[in-house]
């Protein structure tokens, strides 16, 4: 989990307080250990002004009594302090180590134009699953929504959604949302139809399947139809009012971190709500190990 402080490195965040809050609710439910970790390195403005020298006194206090917390509550729990950005540690660490996920918060400190974004950075590199938690978000979710492309990454999103939604014991959805080929936007429009709805029939009996083989008894509302995968997840996050979006983060072509279309990147900064991505098996990152 990286763990961000405030402008004066007094104190921890509350982005990052409410990140690390659902990372020891996740800790709780699964038995895993939890590492907090903190990047020192300097952030600038656009302009190149120093906008954070790293933690105060402070500071370092503030990470301390966090785990101390934690760890009174029975997360086991590490404290790491690295000196390189924090993107760029987190997935060394998860090379390292082999994490099963990595929380962060949203940016939280709006106005700063922080060059770059740790979020962004860790949907394109990071080949664990990434969890973008919303500043203010809630830690039991009232409506998880998984998009799916019904590939087998896909697929894995709905698993991921499902698995938090029964967790939370909280509304789940899946939307699919898929494109009219140039042939059929020249076929007559009843030939269209049909074939649009044996495509929409096919897709919601692939994303039932998928929910039988993680619980038989799971039964998500589902949201299929014709239209532009971004703008048909955006929709549906503010017609539901979701609170958690999953969905794979990436389309990938021959070479490592090489995106074609970014979905999950896109949209980090349009959904109101916290962002959980996962990456294809076969994906391999960008970044060498530390």
């Excluded at 939890?34 to 952030?43: A, G, K």
């Amino acid at each position: 989990m990286g763990v961000d402080l405030t402008l004066d490195g007094n104190e921890v965040s509350i982005g990052s307080r409410r990140a690390a809050l659902q990372g020891q609710w996740l800790c709780e439910r699964t038995g895993a250990s939890l590492t907090l970790l903190h990047s020192t390195w300097t952030d600038l403005y656009e302009d190149h002004h120093v906008i954070r020298q790293g933690p105060a006194p402070g500071g370092l206090e503030a990470l301390e009594r966090l785990a101390e917390e934690y760890e009174q509550a029975g997360t086991p729990v590490e404290l790491v302090t690295v000196d390189e950005r924090a993107w760029l540690a987190l997935i060394r660490r998860v090379l390292a180590r082999r994490n099963d996920l990595v929380v962060v918060a949203r940016r939280n400190t709006p106005g700063t134009a922080v060059l770059g974004s740790t979020s962004s950075k860790l949907l394109r590199k990071c080949p664990c699953p990434v969890w973008v938690v919303k500043p203010d978000a809630e830690l039991l979710h009232r409506c998880v929504l998984a998009a799916t492309d019904l590939t087998p990454v896909g697929d894995a999103a709905v698993e991921l959604g499902a698995a938090v939604a029964t967790a939370c014991d909280c509304e789940f959805h899946v939307l699919h949302a898929w494109q009219q080929s140039m042939e059929m936007q020249l076929e007559a429009e009843s030939q269209a139809a049909g074939e649009q709805e044996a495509i929409q029939a096919a897709a919601e009996e692939h994303i039932r399947a998928v929910c039988r083989a993680f619980d038989p008894g799971l039964t998500p509302t589902l949201h299929v139809g014709c239209d532009a995968p971004s703008r048909a997840i955006l929709s549906g996050v503010e017609r539901l009012r979701a609170d958690l979006l999953v969905m794979g983060s990436i389309s990938r072509a021959g070479i490592s971190g090489l995106l074609v279309g970014n979905t999950a990147e896109r949209l980090l900064d349009r959904v109101d709500c916290s962002l959980l991505t996962i990456k294809p098996d076969d994906f391999v990152s960008p970044v060498t190990p530390g």
